[in-house]
C-alpha cells in the first residue's frame, strides 16, 4: 500500500537552530501534501498545503518565513522550522494525496517530535 | 468553533464492551476518513465513506456516513485492549482540498 516517509523521527536542538523535516512518498507521486501540527492529546492542525513546482498555502496564524515549505519533486517535501524556540516543539507530521485535488485519502507519515532547548 | 464536532473526547471502558463515536457538521462533505493514532506515531488511515448512507465493516469495527454527508459514526463491538488508541475523523469539504479534523476521542479499554 501507499507509505509516506518522514525524517527525523526525533530531534533536539538548542534554540536557535533551525531544522529540516523531510516527508517522501515512497510508492506513489504526491502532487499535493500536506503538513500539521499536533499537540499532546489533541486533533491536527493544519498548517499548510503544498503543490509540487507552486508556493505552499499556509493556513491563517502561520508564519510562512518561520515554517518554510518546499515541494520541489513529486517525492518530497521539505519542512524547515527556521530559528526554532521552545514554543515551535510540537510534533510535526505531514501527509500527501495522489492527485491536484488532493487528499481521498491522505496517507500520514509517522511524524516528528520537534524539542527545543 | 470546530466545523467537525467530534464526541466524546474520552472514553474509558472494559474490555468487551461495545462503544460508539460520533462527527457531526453542519457542512457537507465530499468523503470523510476515519484514522486510529498511537503515541509517537502518524495517523493510521482505517476507512473512507464517500456514499451519503454508506455503512462499512472493518472486523469489530462499523463505520457510517449519514444520508446528507454531514455527520458520521464508528461503532466498535467488544473492544479489545488493542482498540486503545486517538480516533479522528476527517471530513474532505466538497470544494477545495483539505481536511477538516474533529477534536479526536481519547479510548481506552481496560483489560
Known amino acids: 500500500g501507499a507509505v509516506v516517509s518522514q525524517h527525523p523521527s526525533w530531534v533536539i536542538c538548542k534554540s536557535g537552530t533551525s531544522v529540516k523535516i523531510e516527508c517522501r512518498s515512497l510508492?506513489?507521486?504526491?502532487?499535493?501534501m500536506f503538513w500539521y501540527r499536533q499537540f499532546p492529546k489533541q486533533s491536527l492542525m493544519l498548517m499548510a498545503t503544498?503543490?509540487?513546482?507552486?508556493?505552499?498555502?499556509?493556513e491563517q496564524g502561520v508564519e510562512k518565513d518561520k515554517f518554510l515549505i518546499n515541494h520541489a519533486s513529486l517525492t518530497l517535501s521539505t519542512l524547515t522550522v527556521t530559528s526554532a524556540h521552545p514554543e515551535d516543539s510540537s510534533f510535526y507530521i505531514c501527509?500527501?494525496?495522489?492527485?491536484?485535488?488532493?487528499?481521498?485519502?491522505?496517507?500520514f507519515g509517522d511524524g516528528t517530535r520537534l524539542s527545543i532547548l | 468553533t470546530q466545523l467537525l464536532e467530534q464526541s466524546p473526547q474520552f472514553l474509558s471502558i472494559q474490555e468487551g464492551e461495545n462503544l460508539t463515536v460520533y462527527c457531526n457538521s453542519s457542512?457537507?462533505?465530499?468523503?470523510l476518513q476515519w484514522y486510529r493514532q498511537e503515541p509517537g506515531e502518524g495517523p493510521v488511515l482505517l476507512v473512507t465513506?464517500?456514499?451519503?448512507?454508506e455503512v462499512k465493516k472493518l472486523k469489530r469495527l462499523t463505520f457510517q456516513f449519514g444520508d446528507a454527508r454531514k455527520d458520521s459514526s464508528l461503532h466498535i463491538t467488544a473492544a479489545q485492549p488493542g482498540d486503545t488508541g486517538l480516533y479522528l475523523c476527517?471530513?474532505?469539504?466538497?470544494?477545495?482540498?483539505?481536511?477538516?479534523f474533529g477534536a479526536g476521542t481519547i479510548l481506552r479499554v481496560k483489560s
Open positions: 501527509s500527501a494525496g495522489k492527485d491536484r485535488q488532493g487528499v481521498q485519502p491522505q496517507h
Open positions: 510508492d506513489f507521486q504526491a502532487t499535493t
Open positions: 503544498s503543490n509540487e513546482g507552486s508556493k505552499a498555502t499556509y
Open positions: 457542512s457537507v462533505f465530499s468523503s
Open positions: 465513506v464517500v456514499t451519503g448512507g
Open positions: 476527517a471530513g474532505a469539504m466538497e470544494y477545495g482540498n483539505k481536511l477538516v
